[in-house]
């Protein structure tokens, strides 16, 4: 059974970093991408960047060159990097995992099978 707990979250002030972790269990990681996802108050699920099987990354234009997505295999976790923080960076956090065959470029939710809890980041100014 596929398991994703994030950790990492918590308030940051405008301009700072953050780093989320996903630690993950119960499945072969060559076969999944591993994507997160983000859900601010009043809005929908919103993606944010996706690791392909080939470790290649991918970025919603409003993270790009601000958010980094990387994985430690031996780990088994999947992280993301979060640079020069704005207020509306501010949601709840999701890890992602998805199976599809294009799951490389997959940015729906639905597109995802198996998903974490979620850890909230508030960014004040």
């Known amino acids: 059974q596929v398991q994703l707990v994030e950790s990492g979250g918590g308030s940051v002030q405008a301009g700072g970093s953050a780093r989320l972790s996903c630690a993950a269990s119960?499945?072969?990681?060559?076969?999944?991408?591993m994507g997160w996802f983000r859900e601010a108050p009043g809005k929908e699920r919103e993606w944010v960047a996706v690791m392909a099987t080939n470790g290649d990354p991918e970025y919603a234009d409003s993270v790009k060159g601000r958010f980094t997505i990387s994985k430690d295999k031996p780990k088994n976790t999947l992280y993301l990097q979060m640079n020069n923080l704005d207020t509306e960076d501010t949601a709840m956090y999701y890890c992602?995992?998805?199976?599809?065959?294009?799951?490389?470029?997959?940015?729906?939710?639905?597109?995802?099978?198996?998903w974490g809890q979620g850890t909230q980041v508030t960014v004040t100014q």
């Open positions: 119960g499945y072969s990681e060559d076969s999944y991408c």
């Open positions: 992602a995992a998805s199976t599809k065959w294009y799951c490389s470029s997959a940015i729906e939710p639905i597109s995802y099978e198996y």
